[in-house]
């Protein structure tokens, strides 16, 4: 509310310079990023296996799983809009 009555501002021009958002380039640095956290957890494996150990519990790993798809995005969009576009 306080973006389009106070500032005149729409949501698409705190978040780019360009008139739409384009998706193309947030879902592919989402698959750079994915890629190297992979990497790291593949080369941090093989490093020091004896630091890393599997542990699977089918309940906590739903719960954790709703957690992450709800905030997650939450979070991380909320922080991208106050700190890289807004301020």
């Known amino acids: 509310m306080a973006l389009k009555f106070i500032h005149k501002k729409t949501l698409p021009s705190i978040i780019t310079g360009f008139t739409n958002i384009r ?5 592919f640095s989402f698959f750079v990023w994915t890629v190297l956290n992979i990497l790291y ?4 494996y093989f490093l020091s296996p004896q630091d890393m150990t599997l542990q699977f519990d089918f309940n906590k790993l739903i719960v954790l799983l709703i957690v992450l798809i709800i905030f997650i995005p939450i979070q991380t969009g909320v922080e991208e809009l106050i700190f ?4």
């Open 23 to 27: 998706w193309n380039r947030y879902f």
């Open 41 to 44: 957890t593949i080369f941090s």
């Open 84 to 87: 890289r576009g807004y301020l």
